[in-house]
């Protein structure tokens, strides 16, 4: 992430402590069924995804059963719904689950946390679609000294980007809330009720809560978060799957990869309206769904790709070491795209780079 000072920031790592006091509850789908990996025994696939725009991919591949049809007969899908990354993770971690969509930073602290034996990053699934929406009043990071801020969750993707950002801006935050602008880590739909009601000035988020607080609470954008990339593309969304699972599985993973990259297509070339409805119809079926207007234009600031933008990865990793937020940047190995090519060459499209 490039910022003012010229140093390139990444920002979506999660702190070990998010890990641990975020492990909420989840809710599941319907099982499905597909083919099996070598032997007549039949293989489930544990799958977790969030209700969320930015997971818009799973959510198609899902509604419209095209990951049902391309695993086949063999395989039993149990797909499961996860309120933030460190749930999914610590569930990836207990053998819950066998693969999710995932934001990068949570995946990159599984990888680190596990010193590279848990899990892969196999697919991209998103990019963009995160924010700083403030007051009004509000027109420059000076005008944030002595506000308050909400992000998502202490050490999640939203709060680390907020906390880097700010400090870019050489405005001091603390853990506890202190500093020139006190961050305020609290669950987005209560980020919504507490800019409507005055109690916080601004609040980094994610996509839809971003437009939700411009549509329903009045706000504006002070940053968007692609200005800050090259390219204005980062990664916001991954499919990780467990190391173990995918060694012993791979025509799974290979069906969960191409329907992931189909229901991606699907989403990039079918009527944007029909997508929205789609996608807005599986939301419901786990939490409210969105308001037409924000469904609509929350869409347009999002991109669905398979390619994982490895390189903002990196720079994630490497800028989170140096904030002591992770022990170490190194992250080779992280990705295994091999079948994401093999896929990508079936359709006839441009293999991605693995770094």
């Known amino acids: 992430m490039k910022f003012p000072s010229g140093r390139s920031t990444g ?52 509604e419209t059963g095209l990951l049902k049809k391309q695993l086949g007969d063999g395989v039993s899908l149990k797909a499961t719904t996860f309120p933030a990354g460190p749930a ?41 679609g995160a924010f700083l929406v403030v007051k009004p009043s509000i027109n420059s990071p000076d005008d944030l000294k002595g506000k308050r801020i909400a992000s998502p969750q202490l050490g999640n993707t939203q709060d680390i980007a907020l906390r880097t950002w700010l400090k870019s801006k050489k405005l001091k935050t603390t853990i506890q809330g202190g500093g020139d602008v006190s961050v305020l880590p609290q669950d987005n739909a209560q980020s919504l009720e507490t800019f409507r009601d005055g109690s916080i000035d601004g609040a980094w988020v994610p996509e839809p809560w971003a437009t939700r607080l411009i549509v329903e609470g009045g706000g504006k954008v002070l940053v968007d978060e692609r200005d800050l990339w090259p390219n204005r593309m980062f990664a916001t969304t991954l499919l990780i799957v467990r190391t173990e699972f995918l060694r012993k599985n791979p025509k799974a993973v290979i069906s969960l990869v191409e329907a992931n990259l189909q229901a991606i297509e699907q989403l990039k070339t079918d009527d944007p309206a029909k997508s929205q409805k789609l996608i807005n119809k599986g939301i419901g079926k786990v939490s409210k769904p969105l308001p037409a207007r924000v469904i609509s234009e929350s869409w347009i600031n999002l991109e669905f790709t398979a390619d994982p933008v490895a390189s903002s990865i990196s720079e994630m990793a490497k800028d989170a070491e140096g904030l002591k937020l ?20 079936r359709a006839g499209k441009p293999e991605i780079k693995q770094s």
Do not use: M, W
């Open 88 to 128: 999914a993770v610590e569930a990836l971690f207990s053998r819950a689950i066998d693969a999710t969509f995932i934001g990068p930073g949570p995946a990159t602290n599984a990888f680190v946390r596990s010193k590279g034996k848990e899990i892969r990053i196999v697919s991209g699934v998103t990019s963009g």
């Open 11 to 62: 920002i979506r790592i999660f702190v070990v402590v998010a890990f641990l006091s975020a492990c909420g509850g989840v809710s599941d789908s319907d099982s499905t069924s597909g083919h099996v990996d070598g032997s007549n025994q039949r293989v489930e696939l544990r799958l977790g995804y969030f209700p969320n725009l930015t997971h818009a991919p799973a959510i198609a591949a899902i």
């Open 326 to 345: 992770l022990p170490s940047s190194n992250i080779d190995g992280i990705f295994d795209l091999r079948l994401l090519n093999k896929a990508l060459r």
